[in-house]
T-cell receptor, first 115, second 113 residues
Framework: DGGITQSPKYLFRKEGQNVTLSCEQNLNHDAMYWYRQDPGQGLRLIYYSQIVNDFQKGDIAEGYSVSREKKESFPLTVTSAQKNPTAFYLC??????????????FGPGTRLTVL | AQSVTQPDIHITVSEGASLELRCNYSYGATPYLFWYVQSPGQGLQLLLKYFSGDTLVQGIKGFEAEFKRSQSSFNLRKPSVHWSDAAEYFCAVVPNQGGKLIFGQGTELSVKP
């Protein structure tokens, strides 16, 4: 089955530690995205990538980093510089990332809790 | 500022009753419009989308949405709600000049027996 997988589903880390969230897709989509979701808020874009080896900052990139070495993978690192990292993180992908009619499809999410 | 507004934070309806979730946007031209649903602790699932053409759009799970240009709205409807529809619903837009997907804050739907 084609889709987007995120792992792990739940992640606990101590304050000050970096942590990497995994996102993999087998939809052959060019574009991938990372969003953060906090209770009572919509989704906010952290980073996105329209092509391998290239990515752009979203609205709340501070304290996060990404890489895009393979088309199917777009890992997100939450660094110790992120002041309030506890949140639900969602990965998405779309065919091109350049067309306005592009539709984004989402993974199941990773809930990160920093203790 | 350009934005997407879902005026209702939380709605409760009885099972079998009709449902309408509101979404308004403040972009000048017609954006591309989406509705997503999120069950607790899960990712987002696309319900339906509008790009052009017929302003009444049919989606999955018996949902439909109507685009009204004059009201800058894209309200989601379902004639008869099932208990399994309890979830959070997000309206999202892409401004037609391109750019990122912009989400509303979401409406949480509760269904009572």
């Amino acid at each position: 089955d084609g889709g987007i997988t995120q792992s792990p589903k739940y992640l606990f880390r101590k304050e000050g530690q970096n942590v990497t969230l995994s996102c993999e897709q087998n939809l052959n989509h060019d574009a991938m995205y990372w969003y953060r979701q906090d209770p009572g808020q919509g989704l906010r874009l952290i980073y996105y990538s329209q092509i391998v080896n290239d990515f752009q900052k979203g609205d709340i990139a501070e304290g996060y980093s990404v890489s895009r070495e393979k088309k199917e993978s777009f890992p997100l690192t939450v660094t110790s510089a992120q002041k309030n990292p506890t949140a639900f993180y969602l990965c998405a992908s779309s065919i091109t990332g350049t067309e306005s009619t592009d539709t984004q499809y989402f993974g199941p999410g990773t809930r990160l809790t920093v203790l | 500022a350009q934005s997407v507004t879902q005026p209702d934070i939380h709605i409760t309806v009885s099972e079998g009753a009709s449902l309408e979730l509101r979404c308004n946007y403040s972009y000048g031209a017609t954006p591309y419009l989406f509705w997503y649903v999120q069950s607790p602790g899960q990712g987002l699932q696309l319900l339906l989308k509008y790009f052009s053409g017929d302003t009444l759009v049919q989606g999955i799970k018996g949902f439909e949405a109507e685009f009204k240009r004059s009201q800058s709205s894209f309200n989601l409807r379902k004639p008869s709600v099932h208990w399994s529809d309890a979830a959070e619903y997000f309206c999202a837009v892409v401004p037609n000049q391109g750019g990122k997907l912009i989400f509303g804050q979401g409406t949480e739907l509760s269904v009572k027996p």
